[in-house]
């Protein structure tokens, strides 16, 4: 599966942003999706993934109530809309896919897209 990010950039405090990972290769219809974020200095976070199989969401508390995840397996795409923007959010957003529905270790994303940077300045 090659994974490819779009919609980044610089936004103020309190602005919105939309990412979206496009797909290619393999329908992601049977991976669980995630959206990771890697700030300087700090490891490659998971922020939100969605089930292959429900379409059931999860979040990180940090962003919990302010970003939502989607996806759409006919366009072969997934989605972050990210609202109520803080200056913690900044860093490399990352789409990732992973074979096993039920895996919440990090170490189960083995599809990776090259990241599109999100600055949220004050």
């Known amino acids: 599966v090659q994974l490819v990010e779009s919609g980044g950039g610089l936004v103020q405090v309190g602005g919105s942003l939309s990412l979206s990972c496009a797909a290619s290769?393999?329908?992601?219809?049977?991976?669980?999706m995630g959206w990771f974020r890697q700030s300087p200095g700090d490891a490659r976070e998971l922020k939100a993934s969605v089930s292959s199989s429900d379409g059931t969401t999860d979040y990180a508390a940090s962003v919990k109530g302010r970003f939502t995840i989607s996806r759409d397996d006919v366009k072969n795409m997934l989605y972050l809309q990210m609202n109520s923007l803080k200056p913690e959010d900044t860093g490399v957003y990352y789409c990732?896919?992973?074979?096993?529905?039920?895996?919440?270790?990090?170490?189960?994303?083995?599809?990776w897209g090259q990241g599109t940077q999100v600055t949220v300045s004050s």
């Open positions: 990732a896919a992973a074979p096993d529905d039920y895996c919440s270790d990090n170490r189960c994303y083995i599809y």
């Open positions: 290769g393999r329908n992601i219809g049977n991976y669980r």
